[in-house]
């Protein structure tokens, strides 16, 4: 049921008090939680309802939330003097359909705890003595309702689930490694994908080694570029940084980097047609065949930089403030291009498979370092396991340095969806430490 | 008190009808919570306000637990998470108990805006400037919790958050209040980075260390209060297994006492309604009480519940800290500083991080000082305490004479926030490594 009068009451309310700029924004949502570890087991079930409103004029503004519905009546924080708010004005939103998958009702409790069980089941068919630590399913929905004073109404749904798992290996000390991965629905988990990735990563650590210094063709999995991608965000969003990185001729990356970010992606986590605003989202080309095209720029940095701007503002609950940030920002894949025919590619290098530990990255400098682990590959083949190892490199140079390209395209959850196919590399050095 | 009008015997005798076996955890959590923010120079939304109410229903038994949440503090959404939580007759309709609360009042938050000049006059007091980008916000909460057989009084916190930013890295610090004190004590933080920004990091070393009490608290929370919390233990095998071990050197006392916290955020009984107890984490360096709630509490008589936490009711309690105090010892400064051998000094840590599996500990300081024959010498830039717990408390040699209140901060542990403090004095410690 459509909230509006009452919005636009509120809004009525404010604008008699003299707060001429004015946004509400109501939400409604619901979640299921479980979580299993080795000897407890939750289901939690929350219902959220509350509100936000922004509102201010010349002098001054506020940002008010809380639970419940909006009072016209108040009470309002008095404004206070600082930057002014600005607020969108209404714009066409392109036709769009709700997907049908947002009217699926919420796992139940049975199902989730059926789904974390056999993570543990799989993992260990795996990886013998292998086990579940903690493993916690979220599945919710919202609905979202907005309008301002400048005549802005909109309303969007959503619906996500995650799934976070912390594993430990045999042996004694343990490796260990966790996993958070995102989709629309808990269906969309594979417990035994997950499973053997878990289990790919735990026996890597336990038996691998880093080389003490090493350079050669590194095939990245999906989670790595995905990671260097959210390293390079301050480059991407926002009017500026981006033209850091280009060269002469505006060039960003080689010719097989072409970036985009889309918040209407068909099927993704974060799928709608406005953003936390209320400003229509749309596909924008970031870098395309490595040239840089344009950074992500939200309506009012329109002016700030060279570029279309576009509904990029999100606005992850009502507690927070609406934000610019990249929703599904992903590196295009090749659909001709399998991950075997990269791997067959590499004569003498690495096959890194996953990241084991937060990156470092100096964006001044130009530098950055990841923690990874992975294989040692000899003419396309896996001759040892590598752990401990950092990935380290040029920004620039990694970019600039991508000469293959896979089909797989996988989004994480990061700073928004990230996504990456598999991704060969030349030019970049595996140590023992991030240097 | 928001909810001094709730019917707290209703609400008990509705409870009772759910707990049917005798070890059965039963009870209701009633939240207000209300923030305030001055936002940071630059932004919009002069005066930010967040605030909610709700409650949550839990029943525990056998190691399950199914908690239900709303965002509303209401009988016909009480009755409706009562039966989403019962095991038994969850289709029956349970009695509406009256949930009258208090309504919330306009929004006076007048010391905020008065603290960024303090804190400016405090930095210019130490004969330097520079631009400073500051958070603050207050922070209120009420809770009420209401068992079927017990119902304590309520409890309330009051504190403050603030986190001042320079160009030369940034300093986060809760305050039980906003005073002259408050002020010094953030100015000095920030001059110390400022002087210490051209400070190159130490080369490897192993060696003396002196931490200064803020880091003690960092580093206790990470390897006691964490190592020690029930579920924690439970990752590694039977928590009660842990009491009696010597973990640490003999010279370290530490407790955990949310009675003795700071005026405003002082508990007498924990977000379970349990009393709190001033419990013995480690007394003469050996294993007494780890940290329990009341689920846990009932998997052993050796473990005693008082220290269940709630970092928001969407989620069920877990055993955490909430005020560590660490017993002064014999140690004067210079006690500390003496020998013949160089050290370093490191008064304040930025962030610490414990691997509960392999037992290893990362702390990392944002610069320190050399320490040589007695005397404080130069500054050097940052640097990284590591080592495994097991080791690095038993090479506690000193513990300083003087305890004072120090390294309050935010605990994320399991995604629940949380506030936690501390009184600690210095400690010296031997053969540590420092890179």
């Avoid at chain 2, 140690?331 to 037992?359: N, V």
């Amino acid at each position: 049921m459509s909230v509006a009068p009452l919005l636009d009451e509120v809004l009525r309310a404010l604008l008699k008090r003299h707060l001429t700029d004015a946004e509400a924004y109501v939400k409604r949502g619901r979640s299921r939680r479980l979580e299993r570890t080795a000897v407890t087991e939750s289901s939690s079930n929350s219902q959220e309802r509350a509100w936000a409103v922004r509102a201010g004029n010349r002098r001054g503004s506020f940002f008010a939330a809380a639970t419940g519905d909006p009072a016209p009546a108040g009470p309002w924080p008095e404004p206070v003097a600082g930057n002014a708010l600005e607020l969108p004005e209404p714009q066409p939103v392109p036709a769009w359909s709700t997907p049908s998958d947002f009217d699926t009702p919420l796992i139940g409790e049975r199902e989730g705890l059926k789904l974390l069980e056999s993570l543990g089941r799989e993992l260990e068919a795996e990886l013998p003595r292998a086990r579940v630590l903690r493993a916690v399913l979220e599945d919710g929905s919202s609905e979202s309702e907005l309008a301002n004073s400048r005549g802005l109404r909109a309303r969007t749904r959503n619906r996500i689930a995650t799934l976070y798992i912390e594993a430990a290996g045999p042996g004694s000390p343990a490796p260990t490694a966790s996993l958070y991965v995102a989709a629309r629905e808990p269906h969309h988990f594979h417990p035994t994908a997950l499973a053997r990735r878990l289990a790919d990563r735990l026996a890597v650590s336990a038996s691998g080694a880093p080389p003490e210094r090493d350079t050669g063709d590194c095939l990245l999995a999906p989670v790595i570029v995905a990671r260097l991608l959210a390293g390079l965000l301050p480059l991407l969003v926002g009017p500026g940084p981006g033209s850091r990185l280009t060269g002469a001729r505006g060039r960003f990356g080689s010719d097989r980097v072409t970036l985009i970010d889309n918040g209407r992606l068909p099927g993704g986590a974060f799928e709608s047609p406005v953003d936390g605003e209320g400003v229509p989202t749309r596909e924008v080309v970031l870098v395309e065949e490595g040239l840089f095209r344009q950074p992500l720029l939200a309506w009012w940095q329109e002016s700030a930089a060279h570029g279309e701007p576009s509904g990029c503002t999100r606005r992850a609950g009502w507690r927070d403030q609406p934000a610019p940030g990249p929703t599904h920002l992903y590196l295009k894949p090749e659909p001709r291009t399998s991950v075997s025919a990269l791997l067959g590619a590499v004569a003498q290098g690495y096959y890194l498979i996953d990241v084991t530990g937060p990156g470092r990255f100096d964006l001044a400098a130009d530098r950055f370092a990841l923690p990874v682990c992975g294989f040692a590959v000899q003419s396309g083949r896996a001759s040892a396991p590598v752990a401990g190892a950092w990935l380290c490199g040029g920004i620039g140079a990694f970019l600039k340095g991508i000469v293959g390209v896979g089909r797989d395209l996988t989004f994480h959850p990061l700073d928004g969806m990230i996504g990456s196919p598999s991704v060969l590399a030349a030019g970049l050095e595996l140590r023992a430490g991030p240097g | 008190m928001p909810f001094s009008k709730l019917d707290t015997p209703a609400v008990a005798r509705t409870l009772s009808q759910i707990a049917e076996q005798p070890d059965d955890v039963v009870d209701a959590f009633f939240e207000r919570r209300e923030e305030v923010e001055l936002a940071p120079e630059g932004e919009p939304g002069g005066l930010r306000v967040w605030r909610e109410e709700g409650f949550a229903v839990r029943l525990s038994r056998e190691g399950r637990t199914w908690l239900a949440s709303r965002d509303e503090v209401e009988a016909k959404p009480f009755a409706e998470a009562l039966r989403q939580v019962a095991r038994a007759f969850s289709s029956a309709s349970y009695p509406e108990p009256s949930l009258e609360v208090a309504p919330t009042g306009p929004v006076a938050a007048p010391e905020l805006p008065e603290f960024p000049a303090a804190l400016s006059r405090a930095v210019r007091a130490h004969h330097v400037g520079f631009p400073l980008r500051i958070a603050l916000r207050r922070h209120r909460r009420w809770v009420q919790v209401v068992g079927p057989r017990l119902v304590p009084g309520p409890e309330t916190e009051t504190f403050y958050s603030c986190a001042a930013e320079s160009s030369w890295g940034r300093y986060g610090v809760l305050l039980p209040r906003l005073d002259a004190g408050a002020a010094e004590e953030i100015a000095a933080a920030v001059v110390a980075l400022f002087r210490a920004r051209q400070a190159p990091p130490p080369l490897p070393f192993r060696g003396a260390a002196v931490l200064g009490p803020s880091a003690v608290a960092v580093l206790l929370h990470e390897a006691v209060a964490h190592a020690l919390e029930a579920d924690t233990l439970a990752q590694g095998g039977n928590p009660e297994s842990a009491v009696g071990v010597a973990m640490a050197a003999a010279c370290l006392d530490v407790l955990d006492d949310p009675a003795a916290a700071p005026e405003g955020v002082r508990r007498a009984t924990d977000d379970e309604g349990a009393v709190v107890v001033r419990r013995w984490l480690l007394r003469g360096g050996i294993v007494e009480q780890p940290l329990a709630d009341a689920l846990w509490a009932r998997t052993s008589p050796v473990l005693m519940p008082g220290a269940g936490r709630r970092g928001t009711r969407h989620l069920p309690p877990g055993p955490r800290s909430s005020h560590l105090e660490i017993l002064p010892g014999e140690a004067s400064e210079a006690d500390l500083l003496a020998g013949s051998e160089e050290g370093l000094f490191l008064p304040e840590a930025s962030r610490g991080a414990l691997d509960p599996l392999s037992g290893q500990f990362a702390l990392h300081f944002p610069y320190a000082r050399r320490f040589r024959r007695g005397a404080l010498a130069e500054t050097v830039g940052p640097c990284v305490l590591r080592g495994r717990v097991a080791d690095l408390l038993t090479r506690v040699v000193a513990v300083s004479s003087e305890a004072r209140p120090a390294g309050a901060g935010w605990c994320a542990k399991g995604g629940q926030k949380l506030p936690v403090w501390a009184t600690a004095p210095a400690l010296r410690l031997e053969g540590v490594e420092i890179s």
